[in-house]
Each structure stands twice: as structure tokens, then as C-alpha cells.
């Protein structure tokens, strides 16, 4: 008889940090994603005008891109649990002001610049430098996952808390998003670890064999070079632009303006929201199955088809949009959701082909506030737009013609070969 016994089956570390990342990445997105469920409550209360509040918006939009880049060399230098923490005390502060605020400047302070710093500092470059350090193989499907955090804050919490803001009002929904926030800190002192090393294990799927190029930055100034480096590749310029639109197209259109759109149709800010819940739990579904996709298609055609298939179903949003859910509105948010963010995953993926290991975080950090930037135009664009016509019609056509540019554009790349040391 054999003496060998059962191998048995022991989880990775990686898996634990993953798993850590994945709910800090959930509370950074639960109020990026319910911004647009306070527009109407707060402008009833203040006499605020749709274009403030969409001004806030935009301001929080490009402190959380403008911070991304800057986060990744934080992190590099002072621990990724540090920052971490730092960054998730910033967005329980930030949410927790908004209850006392009664003037317009206010709003921007506590909305715009604190929440959009703790934001900035927990956006997905944070998820991409832990998958880059933590993971060596499937880590198209975690940096997915990640990805998808920001599908399964806007499921959580866009249903309940435009449930509290309609029974309880404003502010009890922003000191419920605080009180999350603060209560995922203690996760980080028990289970996170910043690197394989100081866990004294490797990364899943064993050392990398992948060229690293340069070194990491260490300094603001460092991280600035790396922005003027990249500045003269086309690659940098491509990937930039396209995410440019994919934020456009999300966070600052469709994330900040569907709701108070829908309700101009006529249909109620719950069933509105509920909608938007939808849309983060195909956006789940999608984002990790793009994810799962990077790891096995050119990167380069998955994003030429989601761009594309977004912008066709961006015209369709002036048509479907009524007092009722009905069987067309159902299809665009169906669609919508699957292409939410599954740009992100094949994005960092080419910034590591173009950039190289080490320095892709931050390069990505910069593509990303690229996205921020064209979310916080989208946003305050949009705004004025309905402030001055009454509807959201040219807001939409521009998006989906957008899109089909950025389509088009990411062609470019398959000329570009990496030229990173």
C-alpha cells in the first residue's frame, strides 16, 4: 500500500492581498458611483444649480486622475498599506464633512478635492501595482477583478443608499459611505502585506521572467519625468486618448448623468438607480471576463471592439430613454454594463508591453488621469449642456462619436513596436 497522503490544498498569499484590495477598490467606488443620486436632493435643499453640482463632480474627477500617478509612487516609497490607509481615512473624512456643509465651496472642497485625493490614491493603479508585484500568472483575470470592484460598489450601494436618500435624506447616506470606508482599515493591519517579500513567499506563478525596464519612480519629480519620457511615444499618446473617451463615456457621462437624465424622461430616481445597479452587475460580469480575454486575445482588438460596440449603443440613448423600463432601455443597459470598464484590463496590459513591468504602474497612473480628465470634461460638459438646452441630446450623440474614434485609433498601436530599456 502506499504512504503517500492527500496533497492538500493551501491558498496562496497573493490570493489574501487580492482579496483586501478587491473591498478597499469597493469602498473607493462606492461613492464614485453613487455621486449622481445626491444632484437632485442637494440642489432642492441649496437652490444649487445643475451646473455646480456637476462642477463638483468634474473637480473630484480630476483630483482623482490628477492623484492616481502620484499614489503609484507613494506607494513605492512609503509601503502600499500606508497609503492605503491614509487614502481610505481621506474618504471618510471627505464623505463625513458633507453633512455639515451649507455653501457651494463646500461641496468642492469636501467632494471634489478630499474625497477625489482618497479616491485618487485607491484607483485601479493601486490594483495594478499589487497585481504587478503579487502576480505572475492569471493576472489579466485579477487586475479584471479589480476592475470589477468598482461594478460591485455601484451593485451595493446605488440601490440601498438611494433608498436612504429618499427616506432619510442626504446625509445619512453619506455617513453611511464614511463609516464604510473607515471600518475596511483594520483589514490592512491584518492581512496585507505590501510586497511576496515581506511575506516571505514569491508571487503566484513564481518569479517573473518578463523584461522589468526601468526602475519605479521614487519621487514626485521622477514621476513627472516619467510623464514627459512617455510624452514622446505614440503608444502613450494612443492609450491616453482612448481612456480619455472611456472615461467620457462612464464616470463622467453615463456614471454622473444617467440618473438625473432618466429622471428627466419621467421615470423615478429609484428605478433610475436601479438601472444603474444593473449596469454594475454586467459590468461585473464583463470586466472580468475582458480580464480573462487579455490573458488570451491581442489586447490591441479587444479594445478596437469595445470602444466600437459602445459607441453605437450610445446613439441609442436619446430613443430609450422613458418614464417606463422597456425592452430597448433594457438591451443598452444589458450591453452597457458588459463594456462598463473592460477597457481597463487590455489598457494595462499594453502599458506593460509598451512601458515594461516596473514602470507601467505609474505610466498607467497617468493613462488614467487621462480617463479623469475626460470624465470631469464629460461631466461638467453634459451639465451645461442641459443647463442650456433643457436636454442631454448633443452630450449623448458626442460621446458615441467619441467612441468611434477611439475605435479606430487603437489600430495605430499594431505598428509600434516597445522600445523600453
Same mark, same amino acid.
Given at each position: 500500500?502506499?504512504?503517500?497522503?492527500?496533497?492538500?490544498?493551501?491558498?496562496?498569499?497573493?490570493?489574501?492581498?487580492?482579496?483586501?484590495?478587491?473591498?478597499?477598490?469597493?469602498?473607493?467606488?462606492?461613492?464614485?458611483?453613487?455621486?449622481?443620486?445626491?444632484?437632485?436632493?442637494?440642489?432642492?435643499?441649496?437652490?444649487?444649480?445643475?451646473?455646480?453640482?456637476?462642477?463638483?463632480?468634474?473637480?473630484?474627477?480630476?483630483?482623482?486622475?490628477?492623484?492616481?500617478?502620484?499614489?503609484?509612487?507613494?506607494?513605492?516609497?512609503?509601503?502600499?498599506?500606508?497609503?492605503?490607509?491614509?487614502?481610505?481615512?481621506?474618504?471618510?473624512?471627505?464623505?463625513?464633512?458633507?453633512?455639515?456643509?451649507?455653501?457651494?465651496?463646500?461641496?468642492?472642497?469636501?467632494?471634489?478635492?478630499?474625497?477625489?485625493?482618497?479616491?485618487?490614491?485607491?484607483?485601479?493603479?493601486?490594483?495594478?501595482?499589487?497585481?504587478?508585484?503579487?502576480?505572475?500568472?492569471?493576472?489579466?483575470?485579477?487586475?479584471?477583478?479589480?476592475?470589477?470592484?468598482?461594478?460591485?460598489?455601484?451593485?451595493?450601494?446605488?440601490?440601498?443608499?438611494?433608498?436612504?436618500?429618499?427616506?432619510?435624506?442626504?446625509?445619512?447616506?453619506?455617513?453611511?459611505?464614511?463609516?464604510?470606508?473607515?471600518?475596511?482599515?483594520?483589514?490592512?493591519?491584518?492581512?496585507?502585506?505590501?510586497?511576496?517579500?515581506?511575506?516571505?513567499?514569491?508571487?503566484?506563478?513564481?518569479?517573473?521572467?518578463?523584461?522589468?525596464?526601468?526602475?519605479?519612480?521614487?519621487?514626485?519629480?521622477?514621476?513627472?519625468?516619467?510623464?514627459?519620457?512617455?510624452?514622446?511615444?505614440?503608444?502613450?499618446?494612443?492609450?491616453?486618448?482612448?481612456?480619455?473617451?472611456?472615461?467620457?463615456?462612464?464616470?463622467?457621462?453615463?456614471?454622473?448623468?444617467?440618473?438625473?437624465?432618466?429622471?428627466?424622461?419621467?421615470?423615478?430616481?429609484?428605478?433610475?438607480?436601479?438601472?444603474?445597479?444593473?449596469?454594475?452587475?454586467?459590468?461585473?460580469?464583463?470586466?472580468?471576463?475582458?480580464?480573462?480575454?487579455?490573458?488570451?486575445?491581442?489586447?490591441?482588438?479587444?479594445?478596437?471592439?469595445?470602444?466600437?460596440?459602445?459607441?453605437?449603443?450610445?446613439?441609442?440613448?436619446?430613443?430609450?430613454?422613458?418614464?417606463?423600463?422597456?425592452?430597448?432601455?433594457?438591451?443598452?443597459?444589458?450591453?452597457?454594463?458588459?463594456?462598463?470598464?473592460?477597457?481597463?484590463?487590455?489598457?494595462?496590459?499594453?502599458? *506593460?508591453?509598451?512601458?515594461?513591468?516596473?514602470?507601467?504602474?505609474?505610466?498607467?497612473?497617468?493613462?488614467?488621469?487621462?480617463?479623469?480628465?475626460?470624465?470631469?470634461?464629460?461631466?461638467?460638459?453634459?451639465?451645461?449642456?442641459?443647463?442650456?438646452?433643457?436636454?442631454?441630446?448633443?452630450?449623448?450623440?458626442?460621446?458615441?462619436?467619441?467612441?468611434?474614434?477611439?475605435?479606430?485609433?487603437?489600430?495605430?498601436?499594431? *505598428?509600434?513596436?516597445?522600445?523600453?530599456?
Amino acid at each position: 500500500m502506499s504512504s503517500a497522503q492527500p496533497k492538500q490544498f493551501k491558498l496562496h498569499r497573493a490570493w489574501i492581498v487580492a482579496a483586501i484590495t478587491f473591498v478597499t477598490l469597493i469602498a473607493a467606488a462606492a461613492f464614485r458611483s453613487t455621486t449622481s443620486i445626491m444632484f437632485q436632493p442637494l440642489e432642492q435643499e441649496f437652490g444649487w444649480t445643475r451646473s455646480l453640482t456637476s462642477n463638483a463632480v468634474a473637480v473630484n474627477l480630476v483630483v482623482y486622475g490628477l492623484t492616481a500617478p502620484f499614489a503609484a509612487t507613494l506607494m513605492e516609497r512609503f509601503t502600499v498599506r500606508k497609503v492605503a490607509v491614509s487614502a481610505l481615512g481621506l474618504v471618510s473624512l471627505g464623505t463625513g464633512l458633507t453633512v455639515f456643509m451649507t455653501q457651494g465651496w463646500q461641496l468642492i472642497l469636501y467632494w471634489g478635492v478630499f474625497v477625489g485625493l482618497g479616491t485618487g490614491c485607491l484607483a485601479l493603479v493601486f490594483g495594478s501595482l499589487v497585481a504587478n508585484r503579487w502576480f505572475t500568472k492569471r493576472r489579466g483575470l485579477v487586475t479584471g477583478i479589480f476592475s470589477a470592484a468598482y461594478a460591485t460598489g455601484q451593485l451595493i450601494f446605488l440601490p440601498m443608499l438611494s433608498t436612504v436618500v429618499m427616506n432619510s435624506g442626504w446625509r445619512v447616506s453619506s455617513i453611511v459611505i464614511a463609516i464604510f470606508a473607515a471600518s475596511i482599515i483594520p483589514l490592512f493591519f491584518l492581512g496585507f502585506k505590501n510586497s511576496p517579500a515581506e511575506a516571505n513567499t514569491i508571487p503566484y506563478g513564481g518569479l517573473s521572467q518578463e523584461p522589468a525596464g526601468k526602475a519605479a519612480p521614487r519621487t514626485a519629480r521622477a514621476t513627472i519625468g516619467v510623464l514627459f519620457e512617455s510624452l514622446s511615444k505614440p503608444a502613450f499618446w494612443i492609450l491616453a486618448g482612448t481612456f480619455f473617451v472611456c472615461g467620457w463615456t462612464t464616470n463622467g457621462l453615463i456614471g454622473a448623468h444617467f440618473i438625473p437624465a432618466a429622471h428627466d424622461h419621467g421615470m423615478p430616481m429609484g428605478t433610475a438607480a436601479g438601472l444603474l445597479a444593473l449596469v454594475g452587475i454586467f459590468d461585473f460580469v464583463g470586466t472580468i471576463l475582458s480580464g480573462w480575454l487579455t490573458d488570451r486575445v491581442n489586447p490591441i482588438y479587444l479594445l478596437m471592439f469595445y470602444y466600437g460596440l459602445r459607441g453605437l449603443a450610445l446613439f441609442t440613448v436619446p430613443f430609450v430613454l422613458g418614464p417606463t423600463v422597456e425592452l430597448p432601455l433594457m438591451f443598452f443597459v444589458v450591453f452597457y454594463g458588459l463594456d462598463w470598464i473592460a477597457t481597463v484590463p487590455p489598457t494595462i496590459e499594453l502599458c *506593460r508591453k509598451y512601458f515594461g513591468l516596473n514602470q507601467s504602474p505609474t505610466v498607467y497612473g497617468w493613462v488614467f488621469a487621462s480617463h479623469m480628465v475626460g470624465a470631469a470634461i464629460a461631466a461638467a460638459f453634459a451639465g451645461a449642456i442641459r443647463d442650456a438646452q433643457g436636454s442631454y441630446f448633443i452630450a449623448w450623440i458626442t460621446a458615441a462619436v467619441l467612441c468611434l474614434l477611439a475605435a479606430g485609433s487603437v489600430l495605430l498601436l499594431k *505598428r509600434i513596436k516597445p522600445d523600453f530599456a
